[in-house]
């Protein structure tokens, strides 16, 4: 996601390091002529480019120097700022009808993801409000799509409801009669979707919104056809008034174009991102984070949310007890890389940590891979083994290279790291306790630990503070 324009626009800032006070005219015109060229390769319409560099350009060259500043922190302030804007400012939020139901009527072109999005949403809503959804299928035109409703609702303990026939205005009036009466407080409906934006998809479109009584509609575009995505948003937002858009697939467009581009040509937000083909993969679109994220800042607001939902606080606050307090073992050791998985792709949680951080690990082994056959290394231990670790000898480590299909440099490589990292929390307790006063360290061990169960806690990705 952003991949390219991120690439660009941080190598363009170092070489626009040093030096500092007022930017000038020509430092200002070479910087704003690469990003326009950033932002074209970055599939951002040339409108957009054009408009989004002038305003860069107005400001910069009015900003007034500050003292220890250098031009690079001034410019990138500016160009982040801008492309924060560029995205819709702060994220409106979803528009719950304090009333009663909320009906939100998803549409699309067919291919865009929108079926699978409409589970995706409803997933968000309970999980993150503790709402009651209920999906609809209304997309008479394509069976497999009721279908592939209906299987989805089922696999999340959402129900759907379905008609056989029928036209899809009355069939989604229906659905909202039929909510009201089940204590359903949010209603999806899943609308057919066309090859290409015709007058009798967009009547049929009308009709259900008027009929459903939809107080929001949220067009669902395809971040892969990049500015197709910009010109479809554009034309059903002129006969539909979008409330916002949801693009899918925007894991797997390095440039992000549509991204910067609809809020711009629609004056409608992006509000949601599909960035995973798993039913959670669903993301609030939060502009100044994706801004940071572009321009190599990280996103550690969203890693944190990330740790605080999905790893268990009480597990967290247990694992530091152990490694301040007690004892360390390759059973806790084992749990940790369980939350870590639990989090999703460990590049994905990279690329949510600022760009100097990722850069200082850039040499570490972070793919899903090795955690995996870490994770059967640990498994193929014994209760006794994992308690015991400095027990692990010559054919044990044979036997669980075996039994976890590993090479035995792999094992050895685990129990190395997993003696630095207790050796390292040793020097640490060490240190405090000639500094401190047995009383001090307390106090400091239980600030910490509130701090973390608090907050969630962090597990060390492998690779980081000596975890393997």
Not at 28 to 33: C, F, L, Q, S
Not at 34 to 46: G, I, P, Q, T
């Amino acid at each position: 996601m952003f991949e390219s324009l991120s690439q660009r626009l941080t190598g363009l800032f170092s070489a626009l390091s040093g030096g500092s006070g007022r930017l000038t005219e020509s430092s200002v015109k070479d910087a704003v002529r690469e990003v326009k060229r950033a932002l074209l390769e970055a599939d951002v319409s040339l409108e957009v480019a054009r408009a989004f560099t002038r305003g860069v350009k107005e400001k910069a060259l009015g900003a007034e120097g500050l003292k220890g500043v250098t031009h690079a922190q001034q410019f990138i302030k500016l160009v982040h700022d801008e492309l924060t804007e560029l995205m819709g400012g702060q994220n409106p939020g979803f528009p719950f009808d304090a009333s009663g139901i909320t009906v939100v009527m998803m549409v699309g072109l067919q291919g865009s993801g929108k079926t699978t999005s409409c589970g995706k949403l409803a997933l968000w809503l309970r999980r993150k409000h503790k709402k009651s959804p209920l999906l609809v299928a209304a997309d008479v035109q394509r069976p497999a799509a009721i279908e592939q409703l209906k299987v989805l609702g089922k696999s999340m303990d959402v129900p759907v409801y379905a008609e056989e026939g029928g036209r899809p205005p009355k069939i989604c009036r229906r659905a909202v009669e039929h909510a009201r009466k089940q204590g359903n407080d949010v209603v999806i409906l899943d609308t057919a979707g066309r090859l290409h934006i015709d007058e009798q998809l967009m009547d049929e479109l009308e009709t259900v919104k008027r009929e459903a009584g939809a107080q929001v509609t949220y067009l669902v575009a395809d971040a892969m056809t990049g500015q197709d995505a910009v010109r479809s948003s554009a034309a059903f937002n002129d006969r539909l008034g979008l409330s916002g858009v949801i693009l899918t697939k925007l894991d797997g467009d390095a440039r992000g174009g549509a991204a910067l581009s609809i809020r711009h040509v629609t004056g409608r937000p992006v509000v949601m991102v599909g960035v995973g083909e798993a039913m959670d993969a669903l993301e609030v679109f939060h502009p100044e984070r994706m801004a940071g994220r572009i321009l190599g800042m990280g996103d550690v607001v969203s890693l944190v949310e990330d740790l605080q939902e999905k790893v268990d606080q009480d597990k967290a606050q247990q694992t530091a007890q152990k490694m301040f307090l007690k004892s360390f073992n390759l059973d806790d050791l084992m749990a940790q890389l369980e939350m870590v998985q639990g989090m999703g792709s460990i590049k994905d949680l990279m690329k949510k940590m600022p760009g100097q951080l990722t850069e200082q690990l850039g040499d570490a082994e972070l793919d899903d891979g090795a955690l995996a056959r870490q994770m059967a290394i640990l498994q193929s231990m014994t209760p006794v083994e994992r308690h015991n670790p400095d027990e692990i000898h010559g054919q044990r480590r044979q036997r669980i290279a075996r039994g976890s299909g590993a090479s035995l440099k792999d094992v050895n490589e685990l129990l190395k790291s997993f003696k630095m990292m207790r050796k390292q929390m040793k020097q640490l307790k060490s240190s405090f306790m000639g500094r401190m006063g047995l009383r001090q360290i307390e106090k400091r061990k239980s600030k910490l630990l509130k701090q973390m169960k608090k907050g969630g806690g962090m597990p060390p990705l492998p690779g980081m503070m000596g975890a393997p």
